[in-house]
Each structure stands twice: as C-alpha cells, then as structure tokens.
Antibody, heavy 120, light 111 residues
Framework: EVQLVESGGGLIQPGGSLRLSCAAS????????MSWVRQAPGKGLEWVSV???????YYADSVKGRFTISRDNSKNTLYLQMNSLRAEDTAVYYC??????????????WGQGTLVTASS | QSVLTQPPSVSGAPGQRVTISCTGS?????????VHWYQQLPGTAPKLLIH???NRPSGVPDRFSGSKSGTSASLAITGLRAEDEADYYC???????????FGGGTKLTVL
C-alpha cells in the first residue's frame, strides 16, 4: 500500500528556515517523480516543486532560489528545505507522488499534509 | 489569479448533473497538455479523480467523467450525492512556466 507521511512543519519566524520530510512506503521514491504542493489557509492548491527520477528539479517562481527539493534514497524520503521564509509561505504542505502521463505528470498519491506558519 | 480558470462555485440537487469548467491558454491546455482533476473533501488531502483528460483511477465511480477540447476542459458529475460536496481542482502543465499549474478550485454544494 502506498503511503506518504509528512513531518517537520511548525511555527517559524519570517526569514527563518525549516526542512520538511516525506517518508514514503509501498514504492521507491528514487524511481518516481515526487512533488510538493501547498495550500494557504482557505485558498487553493499551488504547485511548489518537483524532482524527477533522474534527479532534475524544478520550482515555482514564488519559491525559486529559496526552496530546495531533495531525496534520500536510503531512507526512501523526500525533503523540502525552505529558507528565507515569508508570511505568504504559510500553508499546508503536501507531498505527492507524480505519475508521468502521456504529456506530463499528475499526482496520484498524496500525504496528509504538514502545516507551516511563518509569523512573528 | 490562477493560470487555469474555474468557477468559484457550482451547485445542484441530489440526482442532478453538474459540470465544472477549466479554462486555460495556448501555453497549457491549448498546447496539448492533458488536464487532471482532484477532489478535496473538507479537512482532507486532495484525491485524484480524473487523469489524462478522461481516465478514472480504480475506485472512482463512473458518475465522474472528464473531457477536454482546445483550451478548455470540464468535469461532469452525474447522479449527484451528498458526499460529492467538496472542492474540485483542475491541473495541467504550463510550458511558459515550466511547471505544473492548478485551477483556483470550485466548491460544489449539493442542495
């Protein structure tokens, strides 16, 4: 059974850093595309970042240069290092497996999410 | 302002049919990229509902169907049930942004 469990969220002051983790089971992270998607309180979904099975990484313009996606193959875990956090980064962060379709990827499994609050 | 445009809300009575539209542009839906749909029940994570324009994952009832034409796509729900009350999101890829994009979401109310 595929499972994704996020952790690492919490309250952080603007300008601070936080690392989110997503422990996967039931499949191999390194053989799949993996992504982070966030949802600000009361708002819609926003794609944040993706890491391809080959290691290439891509980011939304809103987080480029501040966030870094990575994975630890030995732990079958996905990470999101978030630096220079801003109030507008406050959101529930979901880890999702990205399944490659005919034209691009879609998200077939999601974690339960972890809340990040950037506030003083 | 989302790259993909959805109506903020739709509603229907039990048993009725509703559709949710998703409008894009020449750099996403119009470029031939597929559209996918997600259902988010209150307080839960999104769930994949339709992938590749009109494909239902195992376990999704055939009351849900999708279609795409040019720069527009739609999700249809027939035989509305109370448990369908949720937020629905479309998703695709945008070549000018080099990343995935979501619609702003549509809240479905079952009257």
């Amino acid at each position: 059974e595929v499972q994704l469990v996020e952790s690492g969220g919490g309250l952080i002051q603007p300008g601070g850093s936080l690392r989110l983790s997503c422990a996967a089971s039931g499949f191999t992270v390194s053989s799949n595309y993996m992504s982070w998607v966030r949802q600000a309180p009361g708002k819609g979904l926003e794609w944040v970042s993706v890491i391809y099975s080959g290691g290439a990484t891509y980011y939304a313009d809103s987080v480029k240069g501040r966030f870094t996606i990575s994975r630890d193959n030995s732990k079958n875990t996905l990470y999101l290092q978030m630096n220079s956090l801003r109030a507008e980064d406050t959101a529930v962060y979901y880890c999702a497996r990205a399944q490659l379709g005919i034209s691009h990827y879609y998200f077939d499994y999601w974690g339960q999410g972890t809340l990040v609050t950037a506030s003083s | 302002q989302s790259v993909l445009t959805q109506p903020p809300s739709v509603s229907g009575a039990p048993g009725q049919r509703v559709t949710i539209s998703c409008t894009g542009s020449s750099s996403n839906l119009g470029a031939g990229y597929d559209v996918h749909w997600y259902q988010q029940l209150p307080g839960t994570a999104p769930k994949l509902l339709i992938h590749g324009n009109n494909n239902r994952p195992s376990g999704v009832p055939d009351r849900f169907s999708g279609s795409k034409s040019g720069t527009s796509a739609s999700l249809a729900i027939t035989g509305l049930r109370a448990e369908d009350e949720a937020d629905y999101y479309c998703q695709s890829y945008d070549s000018s942004l080099s990343g995935s994009v979501f619609g702003g979401g549509t809240k479905l109310t079952v009257l």
